[in-house]
């Protein structure tokens, strides 16, 4: 029994795709014409899974693109040369796509990596006078300024002075933030800039000396008059507080004298009067008896 021979021609070069999210890119098979008994397939991801397919023979000619979550109205197959174009890309779509031509039992393949990138945002330069606060107290000169990205990935976010180089950070997760601090003169005149930038795109924005570090001196200044007040009305305040509470503490200690003595008073008017009664209840029992003692001797008299 004969066995049907399959070559495989593989390139083992990938083609290196960049592009912007929202863009679209084209994968070019290098073909002008699909000829009949031509078979197109592109796959994608590392499962290879199945995303378009063109069919060109005698009785059919079949074209079929993916239409799951990820490749919804996003692919186009070009009936002539077998190309795959993707619109609207996004970072979803970020990944290695492989293209198989087969034929009379031979088949190539080829590769495309594809790189989609997020459209950069504009850096922001902001002052750190907390940082700076420290030599401010001495000179006065020195100005820390902060440049800052957010939701970003695959960028590098950097410091020029002019043309040259400061320094620099990267990142290449998602939805990541970066902040890149620099020092400067108040009174300089050099040029600097920071750069946000990817393979294909950046992003840059110039420094004002003047306007960023001003903000900060004033910034200082207005918290060293503040540290001044604070430092001035403090001892008073609590010097105040201390008078208020040895106050209040002698009010509170002639309230209850006073109330001590009242009590006093009253308790001695109860005893008095207390005494009064006895004496007055002692007076009426001395009467009573002696008004018994006058009756009693009185009917005797009379009896006799």
């Known amino acids: 029994m004969a066995h049907q021979r399959t070559d495989v021609l593989c390139d083992n070069s990938d083609e290196l795709k960049t592009v912007l999210e ?6 070019h098979t290098n073909i002008t014409e699909v000829q009949r008994d031509y078979q197109i397939l592109w796959r994608f991801g590392p499962r290879n899974i199945r995303i378009a397919q063109l069919i060109k023979s ?7 693109v993916s239409n799951d979550e990820i490749f919804r ?3 186009q197959l070009n009936n002539q040369t077998g190309s795959l174009t993707i ?12 293209l198989e031509m087969i034929r009379n039992g031979g088949t190539s393949v080829k590769r495309f990596s594809v790189t989609v990138y997020a459209p950069l945002p504009v850096p922001d330069i902001t002052n750190n006078c907390s940082s700076s606060s420290s030599s401010e107290r001495s000179s006065r000169s020195k100005c820390v300024l902060v440049c ?5 990935a695959h960028v590098t976010l950097s410091w020029y002075k002019g043309n040259s180089l400061l320094s620099s950070i990267s990142v290449s997760d998602l939805n990541s933030s970066l902040s890149l601090p620099l020092e400067v003169e108040y009174q300089e005149n050099n040029i600097y800039s920071c750069v946000i930038n990817n393979p294909i795109r950046n992003q840059i924005k110039h420094l004002d000396i003047n306007e960023v570090c001003q903000m900060c001196s004033e910034s200082v200044q207005c918290s060293y008059h503040i540290r001044l007040i604070i430092v001035a009305v403090v001892p008073v305040f609590v010097s105040a507080c201390v008078i208020y509470c ?8 002639r ?3 006073q109330t001590i003595k009242v009590t006093q008073n009253k308790t001695e008017y109860t005893q008095i009067i207390y005494y009064s009664l006895q004496m007055t209840d002692l007076s009426q029992k001395s009467n009573q008896f002696m008004n ?3 009756n009693a001797v009185t009917y005797q008299h009379t009896t006799q």
Do not use: P
């Open 292 to 294: 018994t003692t006058v």
């Open 22 to 27: 929202g863009d679209s890119v084209t994968l």
């Open 255 to 257: 309230q209850l004298d």
């Open 87 to 98: 619109k609207n890309i996004t970072i979803t779509h970020t990944g290695l796509y492989q």
């Open 73 to 75: 109205d996003k692919l």
């Open 246 to 253: 040895c106050c209040r503490k002698c009010r509170k200690q």
């Open 148 to 152: 800052s990205v957010e939701n970003v």
């Open 58 to 64: 005698d009785q059919i000619n079949y074209i079929w």
